[in-house]
């Protein structure tokens, strides 16, 4: 079955410093998503990736889907404390088909 | 307002009880799912529903229970043939097609 993985699992960060996530499905997906989880919280949507390169950028964060639509990335610019928490992208093999999460990345930012 | 809920955000079960999570939803959404999250960890698929009165298992189905007899609702049975239940249990729903995941807050559940 389909399968998503995520690296890395862990990450600690001096604030100011970049951060990185990367997402890797098994097979070709029809649309990828990422999702921050505050500690304690539970998952809140960011953004969704549909085309093959596409890039989107929401202020300090960069969102990418790689050309054959099977990788995806992560990027925050200048981390702050707000940034800290578990970050998880997830995917379609078609739409509307299940949707599968990646096991995530925590993030720590030390001020 | 428009959301997801689940209830009860804390529960206490005995080893051996049967225990059924609630989750309902108002957003008019086709498909809903639940997953299981322990600490540390991602999120695993135990069930999903993509339509009223039909449900697939996901990764991790074994113990657990489920029915969707309405649009708007999810509930989850956590039966005493699930060897390890204590975990965080979210429940999702969402349109159908491409579109995001709505989350409700969690339900905790420790056997006690």
């Known amino acids: 079955g389909q399968q998503v993985m995520q690296i890395p699992q862990y990450q600690h960060v001096q604030e100011g410093e970049d951060f990185t996530t990367y997402c890797n499905s098994s097979?070709?997906?029809?649309?990828i998503q990422w999702y921050k989880q505050r500690p304690g919280g539970h998952p809140v949507f960011l953004i969704q990736?549909?085309?093959?390169?596409e890039v989107k950028k929401q202020k300090r964060l960069t969102f990418q889907f790689g050309e054959a639509k099977k990788n995806s990335s992560l990027h925050i610019t200048a981390t702050q404390t707000t940034d800290v928490g578990t970050y998880f992208c997830?995917?379609?093999?078609?739409?509307?088909?299940?949707?599968?999460f990646g096991e995530g990345t925590q993030l720590t930012v030390n001020p | 307002d428009g959301g997801i809920t689940q209830s009860p955000k804390y529960l206490f079960r005995k080893e051996g009880q049967n225990v059924t999570l609630s989750c309902e939803q108002n957003?008019?959404?086709?498909?809903m799912y639940w997953y299981r999250q322990d600490p540390g960890q991602g999120l695993r698929l135990i069930y999903y529903?993509?339509?009223?009165?039909?449900?697939q298992k996901g990764d991790i189905a074994e113990g657990y229970s489920v029915s969707r007899e309405k649009k708007e609702s999810f509930p989850l049975t956590v039966t005493s043939a699930q060897k390890n239940p204590t975990a965080f249990y979210l429940c999702?729903?969402?349109?159908?097609?491409?579109?995001?995941?709505?989350f409700g807050q969690g339900t905790r559940l420790t056997v006690v």
């Open positions: 997830a995917g379609e093999e078609t739409s509307g088909s299940r949707l599968t």
């Open positions: 097979t070709t997906l029809s649309n």
């Open positions: 990736l549909v085309k093959s390169g």
């Open positions: 957003l008019n959404h086709d498909a």
């Open positions: 529903s993509q339509i009223v009165n039909d449900f």
């Open positions: 999702a729903s969402l349109m159908g097609g491409i579109s995001e995941a709505f």
